[in-house]
């Protein structure tokens, strides 16, 4: 699925991202995370192999969840759910990270603030579907 110019301004805005992905037993896992785009892909960087990998590397299905600081008409907060397949990469976490750090903390910050960090791994997310409340759902609510 091609992203949408309204979604990529949300990402870009630096907007936290809540990344749901499956555990074992079906029950879902939530946690908060940086994203950027490659194109049409959502990608995060991860340092250690951690239970959102661990889940991927099980079952590629996840849900990302945005806010906006934007109303819709009817004075709701807008917020866009991206569902999608993720993939886990190998290597190249500390430089995604570097590079969201400048979204997310500001620019000339050193992420990760360590020396020699582990290579950790790259999530990929295609996404099939966008639902929620704003301009990306082609519904005016």
């Known amino acids: 699925m091609k992203i949408s110019q309204e979604i990529r301004n949300l990402i870009e805005s630096g907007t936290p991202a809540h990344l749901v992905t499956l555990n074992r037993d079906g029950s879902p896992q939530l946690t908060l995370v940086w994203i950027g785009l490659d194109g049409d892909d959502i990608v995060a960087g991860h340092l250690p192999e951690n239970r959102k990998v661990k889940n991927i590397r099980r079952d590629p299905r996840v849900a ?68 929620g409340v704003g301009p990306w759902t082609g519904r005016s609510v």
């Open 64 to 131: 990302i969840s945005l806010q906006a600081n934007t109303k819709s008409a009817m004075g709701l907060t807008e917020y866009a759910v991206l569902y999608g397949e993720a993939q886990i990469e190998e290597g190249g976490a500390p430089e995604l990270l570097q590079r969201l750090a400048e979204v997310y903390i500001g620019s000339g910050v050193k992420f990760p603030p360590m020396d020699n960090p582990p290579s950790g791994f790259i999530t990929r997310i295609r996404v099939k579907r966008v639902e």
